[in-house]
């Protein structure tokens, strides 16, 4: 039988442009059932019992019951059951699954399903949450053996709190006694959705020898392994993981999602069973996490920053997932790109009864540069300087240490800052314009490694699970292999991952892949070449942070970008118009430069969205915009005039640049927002939010003269 | 609900396919006759990802219900043959991420082009406003239509005869 999956060569024509490509949803196999999920509709309950006895008898169902047995799982805490087994917590919680023999048949069935639920109190604000008599979530608590849990986690369970990440360098108290000029302020940045094209769509079988075999759109195959591993109490190599390529993912496919469910109800059924998710369920499986982040920052009155004090808390919703790793990268991204002798943070990743928040797209920087770089701009109203200057003025450059204790190397944040400033025609006049500058750090530690093939034809294979989700990885390591084997692109082939034939890889994450794979191939190409047959390389980043004083190596490679925009604002109804913007961040040596430009505008116009309008909306755990007519993403006929450098350097290593982009942009349009006085501390930057903004700003304006 | 047979043209050639009345024509298309290039992403005919060109015309095959194809013509991707002007623009310019939505994109660009053979690019992203696509192409989705315009304009300059001078 021909496997399904397929190799995805890039043959011509391409297969994105024929409609030939085929992403998981595309899937099959013989004698498949097709799944439908039964959730929660309370946000926090018990539940009581689940009656399956309406079901036609050729439907499958998976229950509590049945999943009580399987291990726990979780890629940083071990905190979540195959199903809501004792109490659902968020509403969307599977509480039973079932598989039938159409995808019509499976809703039909999933709708006779009835379940008794008792309600429980429940809590949606990550703030809140902490507070003593708040509902706990999770009283008991245990850390996961993913080796997604690469640091040292600091769970305070009796406080919804799954972790607690800290940096302490310098003297805090002594740095607000030297500064002469204290700004404070506190943001919020709201949940939003990924809303990858290709919904989440996954398919399990058993084979007649126990093993689990798992074809679903997953940027983290091997992370998916160890957990599958541990709930069904298999060894890792009991599992096969096939990843083909994903309709977008943005974050959103990492680590088990509805993999264990499908399994499950495979091995019950006898027969393989796949899953698509309908539209409003991918708002129910992982979003960005909503973030309050409180900032204090400390000037000498020349703009010299002495002092920075950062409290994060990450909502983080049902289940940690990756949030305890959001946290730590929100916290010490939070400082900025600044040398500042006296550095504080408390980055807390709190659990609530919404849906879990995980991975998107600028993993925490999104939520920090926000705070951040809003608040460089209230200091320099304050003092009275230049945005630019104050930032020149503190900004890294190369040997400087971070608040982490690193040194940093191969910096370049004041040529992005003086790029985009230059675009944006800044000595012109600031007026309705503003900047902001990213510092982003990658996975670190990490491993990657990859096997180069020769082929009898005279072609080549390379076997790497890195994935494919519009990023265009595939191609530009087929071009690296092709470039070092001296043979056109076409020679080189990429097959479908499969963790049965690829070697470890930690994960398709933080825009890491092209940089370490790309490493990795350099001594497999040169191991093939001397034995014409086969060659291993790896690439290993060592580092890490002290989980109790942030010191360490936060980033063994800085991504960093700067954004400027410029805005006009109607002031009668709070119209924000971005007229353009430019983004400039540091590339290094870009392989494939139309696929750099597209992940860079990509990042631009998440960025936008993220800026202007995205926003999912709750009342009271109930999210009420689960839908593409209700929740706006950016559409062509939405941008702004778009422009951007991508600054190489010759002799320069890769440079990943997947994410760079997004995170600057939000803060530099509530920056050119503050240059006309209109001071917005939460995002989106919506007409009602900028028209009471604009509205405070009269009055004070009034009052003080 | 008693399943019935609907007859449309699809890419040129008749079909006869089994649908349930409810049923939209996507589910027909992907289940029935096996096109992968039409998909689901928000199934409110909001996004653009699962067009087909009905007579001619982008529709939103998740809300229209397949009995309403009868009798018409279906144009999907697959229809195109892969060196379509729009698809070997769509190439040249790389116009393409994950490659989930380009298929709608081609073939919204393909109808605009024959309505409005110069659009101006205020009236390409007008034209783009029912085609979403989540990484972000539209830059060179716009490129791409301008490159499909010049390409269809050079296919429909008349062909020099045999008498005609050679360019220089």
Same mark, same amino acid.
């Given at each position: 039988?021909?496997?399904? &999956? ?6 011509? /024509?391409?297969?994105?442009? !024929?409609? !030939? ?8 196999? /013989? ?10 509709? #309370? ?8 009656? !399956? ?10 229950? /509590? ?21 004792? @109490? ?50 999770? *009283? ?14 600091? /769970? ?73 591993? &541990? ?35 495979? %091995?019950?059924?006898? %027969? ?28 000498? %009155? ?20 990756? $949030? *305890? ?140 699970? !890195? ?7 595939? @191609? ?20 479908? *991952? ?87 961040? #540091? ?33 009271? $755990? ?8 209700? #929740? ?7 941008? *702004? ?28 349009? &509530? ?5 006309? $006085? ?28 | ?168």
């Amino acid at each position: 039988m021909p496997e399904p &999956g397929g190799n995805a060569h890039y043959t011509e /024509p391409d297969p994105r442009v !024929t409609g !030939t490509i085929r992403y998981a949803q595309d899937v099959e196999l /013989p004698e498949m059932l097709y799944a439908c999920v039964v959730r929660s509709p #309370y946000a926090h309950a018990r539940v009581l019992r689940v009656d !399956t006895s309406a079901l036609p008898v050729d439907v499958v169902a998976l229950t /509590p019951d049945d999943v009580r047995s399987l291990g726990l799982y979780g890629c940083q805490m071990k905190d979540q059951q195959v199903l809501a087994v004792e @109490r659902a917590l968020y509403i969307g919680d599977p509480v039973a699954a079932v598989a039938a023999a159409s995808p019509r048949a499976a809703r039909e069935a999933a709708e006779l399903i009835e379940v008794d639920y008792e309600e429980l109190p429940a809590v949606f604000d990550a703030v809140e949450a902490m507070q003593p008599g708040a509902p706990l979530l999770h *009283p008991d608590l245990a850390i996961s053996e993913n080796d997604a849990a690469y640091f040292g986690m600091r /769970p305070e369970p009796q406080r919804n709190v799954c972790h607690h990440f800290r940096i302490r360098h310098g003297d805090i108290e002594q740095g607000f006694a030297e500064a002469e000029i204290i700004v404070e302020e506190t943001y919020r940045t709201p949940s939003a959705q990924h809303v990858p094209m290709e919904p989440h769509a996954c398919l399990a079988r058993w084979t007649a020898d126990g093993r689990l075999e798992v074809w679903t759109g997953t940027q983290t195959p091997f992370n998916l392994r160890m957990d599958l591993a &541990g709930i069904f109490g298999l060894p890792q190599e009991g599992i096969r993981i096939i990843a083909p390529p994903m309709g977008g993912a943005f974050g959103s496919k990492t680590f088990v999602r509805y993999e264990a469910i499908v399994a499950g109800l495979a %091995r019950k059924a006898g %027969r393989p069973v796949k899953l698509v998710l309908r539209r409003d369920e991918e708002w129910l499986t992982l979003n960005r996490h909503p973030a309050t982040i409180h900032v204090k920052l400390g000037a000498k %009155r020349d703009g010299t920053l002495v002092a920075k004090q950062v409290t994060c808390w990450a909502n983080t919703g049902a289940y940690a997932d990756c $949030g *305890p790793g959001v946290a730590q990268k929100m916290g010490f991204a939070s400082p900025g790109p600044y040398r500042i002798p006296h550095v504080w943070v408390d980055s807390y990743c709190v659990y609530t009864n919404l849906p879990s928040n995980g991975a998107f797209r600028g993993y925490g920087a999104t939520q920090a540069v926000w705070a951040s770089e809003r608040t460089m701009d209230l200091l320099a109203e304050r003092l009275g300087l230049d945005p630019l200057e104050l930032r020149l003025k503190n900004v890294l450059v190369d040997g400087d240490r971070y608040c982490t204790g690193e040194i940093m190397h191969d910096v370049h944040f004041a040529d992005c800052l003086k790029a985009v400033a230059g675009q944006i025609g800044w000595q012109r006049g600031r007026r309705g314009k503003g900047l902001a500058v990213l510092l982003k750090g990658m996975q670190t530690p990490s491993r990657a490694s990859i096997v180069v093939e020769a082929n009898e034809d005279g072609s080549y294979t390379v076997h790497c699970a !890195t994935a494919e989700m519009g990023q265009g990885a595939w @191609r530009a390591i087929r071009m690296l292999a092709a470039e070092q084997l001296g043979v056109p692109v076409e020679r080189v082939h990429f097959p479908v *991952p499969d963790t049965d034939i690829v070697p470890y890889d930690t994960r398709t994450t933080s825009s890491r892949s092209t940089y370490m794979m790309g490493r990795a191939l350099v001594e497999a190409v040169r191991q093939l070449k001397e034995n014409g047959e086969l060659g291993y390389g790896e690439c290993v980043n060592e580092g890490g942070l002290d989980p109790d004083t942030g010191q360490g190596i936060a980033s063994t490679h800085w991504h960093q970008g700067a954004a400027a925009a410029e805005v006009h604002v109607d002031e009668e109804t709070g119209k924000l118009e971005v007229v353009h913007l430019h983004t400039a961040i #540091y590339a290094g040596r870009i392989v494939n430069p139309p696929a750099a430009q597209l992940q860079n505008e990509g990042s631009m116009i998440m960025g936008l969205g993220s800026a202007l309008f995205e926003e999912i909306t709750f009342a009271d $755990g109930q999210i009420t915009n689960a839908n593409l007519s209700d #929740y706006n993403i950016p559409a062509a006929d939405d941008l *702004p005039r778009i422009t951007y450098d991508l600054i190489e350097r010759p002799g320069a290593e890769i440079h990943g640049l997947g994410e760079t982009a997004l995170p600057p942009v939000p803060a530099a349009i &509530g920056n050119a927002l503050f240059s006309l $006085g209109i001071h917005v501390r939460d995002l989106p930057l919506t007409p009602e939010r900028v028209l009471e903004a604009s509205e405070r700003r009269s009055v004070h304006s009034a009052a003080s003269v | 609900m008693a399943a019935m047979e609907i007859h449309f043209t699809l890419n040129g050639q008749p079909v006869a396919v089994q649908a349930e009345p409810d049923e939209m024509l996507l589910e027909v298309l992907r289940r029935e006759l096996g096109l992968r290039s039409v998909r689901e992403t928000c199934g409110l005919g909001i996004c653009g990802a699962c067009t087909a060109l009905l007579n001619g015309q982008p529709i939103s095959t998740c809300i229209l219900l397949a009995p309403l194809a009868e009798g018409c013509e279906i144009t999907t991707v697959e229809g195109l043959g892969g060196h379509h002007p729009v698809q070997r623009a769509f190439e040249e310019v790389q116009a393409f991420q994950c490659g989930y939505c380009t298929p709608g994109m081609i073939l919204t660009i393909k109808a605009l082009l024959e309505e409005e053979p110069e659009p101006d690019e205020e009236t390409i992203r007008r034209a783009l406003g029912g085609n979403l696509c989540r990484c972000g192409c539209y830059l060179k989705i716009v490129q791409a239509a301008q490159r499909a315009a010049a390409l269809l304009a050079e296919e429909r300059r008349p062909q020099p005869g045999p008498g005609a001078a050679p360019v220089s």
